[in-house]
């Protein structure tokens, strides 16, 4: 299995409070990934980074920002968290960019905003 | 813009039953082809790929082909186990990009 942990694994908050999921890796690849899961929705991206300091938006950036200052660590920032964020959030890295390279998942976290 | 569409679930099969779960994709040229298979609490798993036309994934028993003629890429497995329950995501990666764009994912549910 890839080396991709996420902290923390769960977490309540209430509206409008700031929170931060990190995802790190210990396979030094390049790209990273964060993705939200909806039923009905499978996943969707949310923000990538494709090497530090560099960081492009997915489909459902609103309300998101993100930050790679090392090639292992990889954060997601809910600025003033909102009830429709709530979600399981899973972070994906993969390698040189080859168009046939493969994503491999974390275990997620399962965030609520009250 | 690009999509993955598969059946919905639930699909509901008895233990050595014979599994189908359907994918189409939209993504014109050569996209690489995913099923990915989550087990209950957890994360993502790669299950099987496909890179270029006519290429068969396969693994853990599990196999699909890629079909351009028909931008298909269904999920087949000869004989479930209760084992095998869990939710499968169909997913496409497009020439040039390194996003992966999901199908809404069927949940599979069998039974002893």
């Known amino acids: 299995d890839a080396g991709i942990t996420q902290s923390p694994r769960h977490k309540v908050t209430e509206t409008g409070t700031p929170v931060t999921l990190r995802c790190h890796q210990t396979?030094?690849?390049?790209?990273m990934y964060w993705y939200r899961q909806d039923p009905g929705h499978g996943l969707r991206l949310i923000h990538y980074?494709?090497?530090?300091?560099?960081?492009d938006k997915g489909e459902v950036s609103d309300g998101y920002s993100v930050s790679r200052s090392k090639t292992e660590d990889f954060l997601l920032t809910l600025e003033s968290a909102t009830s429709s964020q709530t979600s399981v959030y899973f972070c994906?890295?993969?390698?040189?960019?080859?168009?046939?390279?493969?994503?491999?998942f974390g275990p997620g976290t399962r965030l609520t905003v009250l | 813009g690009d999509s993955v569409t598969q059946m919905e679930g639930p699909v509901t099969l008895s233990e050595e039953a014979f599994l189908t779960i359907n994918c189409t994709y939209t993504?014109?040229?050569?996209?690489?082809l995913f099923w990915y298979v989550q087990y209950p609490g957890e994360g993502l798993q790669l299950l099987l790929k496909?890179?270029?036309?006519?290429d068969k994934g396969s693994n853990k028993g599990f196999e699909a082909t890629y079909r351009k003629e028909t931008t298909s890429f269904h999920l087949e497995k000869g004989s479930v186990q209760v084992s095998d329950s869990a939710v499968y995501f169909c997913?496409?990666?497009?020439?040039?990009?390194?996003?992966?764009?999901f199908g809404t994912g069927t949940r599979l549910q069998v039974f002893p």
């Open positions: 980074s494709y090497g530090v300091k560099d960081t």
């Open positions: 496909a890179t270029k036309a006519d």
């Open positions: 396979e030094n690849h390049r790209y």
């Open positions: 994906a890295i993969s390698g040189t960019g080859e168009r046939t390279d493969t994503q491999y």
């Open positions: 993504a014109t040229g050569y996209p690489s």
């Open positions: 997913a496409e990666v497009r020439r040039n990009t390194d996003k992966l764009i």
